[in-house]
């Protein structure tokens, strides 16, 4: 890890009220339109409830798929507003879900350029039952308006995932791959690494692993979340643990940071993925199943003078239409300070693309050095129903 430059202060969400025995925002959001895919068989037929669907990005439509434990989908561009003058917001509406309690919520960005100059879609606001909200800043300093243009030039939709939380092991003869954990008390568990810099250790035990997973994290928490990052860089991964650090975007100290997460809840909402190395189809899972593993730190290659990118395979899981795809990284050191690798390009049901940059700006030429001495893997997950 390394020391965070201090960054001027600006204005941030926090939150007040109470839903459903879950703190929500305090912003109001408009109820849309959702078109739902529902899975009745364990054979590929569905019926739908509207007269449009969509298994691709879309620009009017949102997309949701309810199973018995997980729900996912892509948003429509059209729910983007502005929050203030250098963030956008969207609520997510989740209701075709039908979540019986408030979920864990996971996220990435896709769009047909420029996300990967986004930040903040990870952290999670207000979830509840039927809606969750995220808040997006631009690292390159861009207002509210400009990144409001954007959104709906260049398509900015959000993939997002609602997995029900366990408190005993989750795993079942039709998905023996996949287990989730609760974060809904893990504030406690964040500690100072350095004076800009929190740690947190992720017991994962209640999974009963028998193998090293694939980890992926979101964030959540009642209010100045959107300010933090670097915990979706995964450290140190065994069958019963992982390591994740955090630091804020405006270079808040440690002490700060600590005071924050006990008093908003930042929680890590966690969830592990065995590697899958054959496709899933409805007789092997009768719900929607994920299928994921690990690309290899050495498909990094230049893109720009300070951008790394790489091309994912995913013909592994034989998709046979164009899943919602999430990411986080791994390697022995230095990750929590890369972004843009949530950010999703070109996905399609073989293949996506995604971008490596560092937080200090370290030029490309040196990023792709440390990616192979540190061995920067990237996790993935594709999710279809």
Not at 54 to 62: D, L, R, V
Not at 221 to 239: D, E
Not at 357 to 381: C, I, K, M
Request: some cysteine; aromatic content about 16%.
């Amino acid at each position: 890890p390394f020391l965070l430059p201090f960054i001027a202060t600006q204005s941030h969400p926090t939150a007040t009220g109470t839903t459903n025995g879950t703190t929500a925002m305090t912003t109001t959001s408009t109820s849309t339109t959702d078109t739902t895919m529902t899975s009745t068989t364990m054979a590929s037929s569905t019926t739908t409830t509207s007269t449009t669907t969509s298994t691709t990005i879309s620009t009017t439509t949102t997309t949701a798929y309810t199973s018995p434990n997980q729900c996912g989908g892509i948003s429509q561009t059209s729910l983007w507003t502005v929050y203030d003058a250098t963030s956008i917001t969207m609520a997510l509406d989740t209701r075709k879900c039908n979540f019986t309690v408030a979920p864990a919520y996971f996220t990435s960005i896709g769009g047909i350029d420029r996300q990967r100059y986004l930040r903040g879609y990870n952290n999670i606001y207000g979830p509840t039952t039927t809606t969750f909200r995220i808040y997006i800043h631009s690292l390159l300093g861009e207002s509210s308006a400009i990144l409001l243009n954007y959104s709906q030039t260049y398509a900015w939709t959000i993939y997002w995932f609602g997995s029900k939380y366990t408190n005993q092991t989750n795993q079942s003869a039709t998905d023996p791959t996949f287990c989730k954990g609760t974060g809904l008390s893990s504030q406690a568990l964040w500690y100072a690494y350095d004076n800009y810099t929190m740690t947190m250790n992720v017991d994962t035990t209640i999974c009963n692993l028998n193998e090293t997973r694939l980890y992926f994290t979101s964030l959540g928490g009642t209010g100045n979340h959107y300010l933090m990052q670097a915990y979706n860089g995964i450290y140190s991964t065994t069958i019963n643990s992982f390591r994740v650090y955090a630091n804020s975007m405006l270079g808040w100290s440690v002490s700060n940071m600590l005071s924050y997460a006990s008093s908003l809840a930042w929680n890590l909402n966690w969830f592990a993925l065995a590697q899958t190395y054959q496709s899933y189809t409805s007789t092997t899972c009768t719900y929607p199943c994920p299928c994921g593993s690990v690309s290899s730190w050495s498909l990094w290659q230049y893109e720009d003078a300070y951008t790394l990118m790489m091309n994912v395979n995913t013909t592994m899981c034989g998709f046979n239409q164009m899943p919602v795809y999430f990411t986080s990284i791994g390697g022995i050191n230095g990750q929590y300070l890369l972004q843009s690798y949530t950010s999703i390009y070109s996905p399609t049901q073989n293949s996506f693309q995604t971008y490596l940059r560092h937080q200090l700006g370290w030029n490309a030429s040196v990023l792709l050095s440390y990616a192979q001495t540190y061995l920067w893997d990237l996790n993935w997950f594709g999710l279809y129903y």
